[in-house]
């Protein structure tokens, strides 16, 4: 079992930054995939950034060249540098676990935190 926790959110000017965390605890286990969604009132939930175990990642166009995930493997954590924050990347910021290592098998079943609110004042 992998519970998430997030923090870091909260309330920031146009053009200003966010760093959120996500840590992940449970025991036996080895992450492969961490990420970060997002989902805007009245919105569907939206790939934000992910991140294997190699280091490999992927960011929304919306985001690329202003937000930057990074994780730390021992730790268990990732984060998400959020920075040149418009009013439009307003939105609850979910953490996530989709694929991992456990006991001889590879899961990909996924995990979520309960969800941290960004909002950008204009």
């Known amino acids: 079992q992998v519970q998430l926790v997030e923090s870091g959110g909260g309330l920031v000017q146009a053009g200003g930054s966010l760093r959120l965390s996500c840590a992940a605890s449970?025991?036996?286990?080895?992450?492969?995939?961490m990420g970060w969604y997002r989902q805007a009132p009245g919105k569907q939930r939206e790939l934000v950034a992910t991140?294997?175990?190699?280091?490999?990642?992927n960011y929304a166009d919306s985001v690329k060249g202003r937000f930057t995930i990074s994780r730390d493997g021992v730790k268990n954590t990732v984060y998400l540098q959020m920075n040149s924050l418009k009013p439009e990347d307003t939105a609850v910021y979910y953490c996530?676990?989709?694929?991992?290592?456990?006991?001889?098998?590879?899961?990909?079943?996924?995990?979520w935190g309960q969800g941290t609110q960004v909002t950008v004042s204009s």
């Open positions: 991140i294997t175990s190699a280091d490999n990642t």
């Open positions: 996530n676990v989709g694929r991992f290592y456990s006991g001889g098998y590879y899961y990909s079943k996924d995990y």
């Open positions: 449970g025991s036996g286990f080895s992450i492969l995939l």
